[in-house]
């Protein structure tokens, strides 16, 4: 399988905005947790969403994935509404996120969660998959090689065959986006991929997002760490109580009133000035 | 692989030969292994939507549906029995189907109410449509080809080889992708969506096979004592599929064979009992769930157990 063969001819970031996020709004009762956020993600960059606590970043995520219904406002994929459809159609159709906790399910080894979740990559259907057609068993073989070159990638590789729930949480947050490249996004949202880490965690993790990058699939990533994320994106948007605040580049951001402000009470050194 | 395979033969070979050959004489006890057979091949379809991770207490609905299917296709159309239970096993399906895409979204407790709900529904639907089901007096005398001094012998031997393909094709779903997609529902439901599972289809996938399985269940038992009331299965019964799988062992495709089997027996040999039989039963349900929480099956799984246990630890 080609999954993780770089698509060098592509990296050059156009002007074409990939993801179109136009005018969301989500209330949940009186609370309105995304307030009338639009922003355009670039083809094959690394765009980073920051605000304090509660700022709406997730359900901003949730909307864009298709786990939440916005209230008004839409997403487009390549020109291609995504509003309305559900969670595995938005995959289907290349945005994939990762969580903000950690999920696992019980029992699998780290293999097993990759190869289950090349789901989308199914040649068989399910009758297929049940009388074990010759298109299940190339699935399988083909699930099981792609599912070891993504571990591979993301440095899990000598651990494929541990159960996940025995992994350290630094490698767990890695077999998230394991699970998230094995549906092959055009576009992937972190939330909060270095949450919980060390340094030299976040280091790694920080090449890790990189390589992604230069696989040729856009990086939307929420994160609180601040220095990764300067170091890491091309763009930054602020949001804080639901309302985007400013966009720009990393010195852009780092210099603008309303962002620190937002930020006001915090240590200085969580926006890496 | 070869010793496995002996196993697996010494197995049918009691069960098809053995067990008949033995019991054949007493219709008592062939009516006890023809109910377990049926009961197990029911509680498969509970163990399967169990996989899905929700406690389904309307198995005994199915079973009515299934059996009122068959009652009046064969008494009032004259429709061959093997016609009657594809009939009754694709129309339970079917059904299940349709109210399982709505009531999947519970969880929890909250399905399992509802799912009890449904049995008693369904008891009420069958008592008061009585232009269809006739309703308290139900239908009697339903024709089956199962007559004569050696009906017991085919009955059992039909249930016998019904619930052995049935474990074989739960087995089989369980040991592929799709047992390992629901299992992965069981466990995180936003998580397997996340990668692109439709997780309501698979959801309603699993039930529907669920309500299959009891309407094929409910058809032979129908076929097996001829007659049908709005009481032939109740809340206690749907409540008793999920105790077989529960005692025989989730952790196994056998567990509600075995399950149906042991209870079943299990509350006939209580008989003598009289008025104290059912107190009894529970008493001794209690104290194989504090003894057994994981079912009867764990007895036998211990090497496996440690040995998965070292691995995780290592
Ligand atoms: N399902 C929900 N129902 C009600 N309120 C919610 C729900 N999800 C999030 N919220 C609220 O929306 C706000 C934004 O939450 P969230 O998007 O998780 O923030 P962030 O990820 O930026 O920390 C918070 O006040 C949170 O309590
Ligand atoms: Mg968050």
Redesign the interface.
Known sequence: MTTLEPQMQNLERTGMPVLEVKNLTKRFGGLVAVNDISFNVLNHEILAVIGPNGAGKSTLFKLIAGAETPTTGTVLLEGQPLTGKPQHVVARLGVVRTFQETTIFKEMTALEHVMIAHHLQSKAGNWGIFAGSPRAKSDEIDFRSSASQILGFLGLGALQSEAARSLPHGHLRALGIAMALAAKPKVLLLDEPFAGMNPDETDRAVQMVRGIRDLGITVVLVEHDMRAVMRLSDRIVAVSFGKKIAEGSPLEIQNDERVIEAYLGKEDDELGV | MKSSSLKIGLALFLVLVIVPLVFRSSSYSMTVLINAAILGFMSLGVWLTFSIGRINISQGAFGLIGGYITAILASRFGVPFWLCILASGVGAALLGALIGLPILRLRGVYFSMLTLSLTEATRLVALTATGVTGGASGILNIPTPFQGENSYLELYLFAAVLLILGTLAVW??TN???G??F??LQ??E??????????SAYRV?AFSLCCGFGGVGGSMLTMFVQSIYPTSFTVTDSTNFMLYCFLGGLGSVFGPALGALVLFLGFQLLAPLGAYQTLAYAAIMILAMLVLPNGLLSLRLPKRTHALEK???S
């Open positions: 089989r779903i592929t992708r799709l390992r997609v299992r992965a466990q995180d936003a998580l397997a969506s996340s990668f692109g599972v439709n997780v996938l691995a995780n630890v």
